[in-house]
């Protein structure tokens, strides 16, 4: 049974830098995870934000392009996104989510485990 704890969230201000982690426990397996963070404000859709695949490939959406990094550590146990240079539109609930596939789709439907998410709260 695949499971997700994220970590990491809290208040920053405008300009100011979080780092988010999730320990990822998909447990003996050789199918290929992508692994993703998404985002939800009050009274928004939930987005993707950003999303690696098992070889490392990452991909972000335009709105956190160049600001996010997402990393995984070498046994793939640990799924991290740094933001930096946040924005107060940056404040939202963030969940780290994983799909068997190794694509760089940020499609919320597609991903069938989910953690129980992290608040991020950026003050201007």
């Known amino acids: 049974q695949v499971q997700l704890v994220e970590s990491g969230g809290g208040v920053a201000q405008s300009g100011g830098s979080l780092t988010l982690s999730c320990v990822v426990d998909i447990g003996n397996t050789d199918a290929m995870y992508s692994r993703a963070w998404f985002r939800q404000a009050p009274g928004k859709e939930r987005e993707g934000v950003a999303v690696?695949?098992?070889?490392?490939?990452?991909a972000y959406a335009d709105s956190v392009q160049g600001r996010f990094t997402i990393s995984q550590d070498s046994a793939k146990k640990t799924l991290i996104l740094q933001m930096d240079g946040l924005k107060p539109e940056d404040t939202a609930m963030y969940y780290c989510?994983?799909?068997?596939?190794?694509?760089?789709?940020?499609?919320?439907?597609?991903?069938?485990?989910w953690g129980q998410g992290t608040q991020v709260t950026v003050s201007s």
């Open positions: 690696i695949n098992h070889f490392g490939v990452a």
């Open positions: 989510a994983v799909r068997v596939g190794n694509d760089q789709s940020l499609d919320a439907g597609r991903y069938h485990t």
